[in-house]
């Protein structure tokens, strides 16, 4: 039984500070996740995959997460992506201190 593809979009964590990234459609990293690539075909999402994964001077432990249209852009499906669009949770800083100022 054939499982049909959901949308996903790549993530990582950049090497050097530990954010988290998205890949976006012209090849940045970026640390919002609606600026990422929705990728809807899952061939394509392979070809990303390798892409994020390759570039290991500059990020880590790349992975498909599932995605889903919103009006600005893809949005998170699962608490855990979710949760990760928000930044570090121990204390006040990356993301979340960004947000405030």
């Known amino acids: 039984m054939n499982r049909s ?10 090497l050097q500070e530990g ?3 998205y890949l976006t459609a ?7 996740h609606h600026e990422a ?7 394509h999402a392979q070809m990303r995959l390798l892409h994020a994964a390759a570039q290991k001077l500059v990020v880590v432990g790349a992975y498909l997460a599932d995605a889903k ?8 499906t ?4 979710e ?7 121990n204390y006040h800083h990356g993301k979340q201190a ?3 100022t």
Do not use: Y
């Not at 593809?5 to 993530?11: D, G, L, M």
């Not at 699962?78 to 992506?81: C, Q």
């Open 98 to 100: 960004d947000l405030t």
């Open 78 to 81: 699962h608490f855990r992506e």
């Open 5 to 14: 593809f959901a949308p996903k979009v790549v993530t990582a964590n950049r």
């Open 26 to 32: 012209d090849d940045r990293w970026s640390l919002v």
């Open 19 to 21: 954010d988290v990234v």
């Open 37 to 43: 690539e929705l990728i809807e075909d899952e061939a």
């Open 83 to 89: 949760f990760r669009t928000r930044g570090p949770s």
């Open 69 to 76: 249209p919103g009006p600005n852009g893809p949005e998170p």
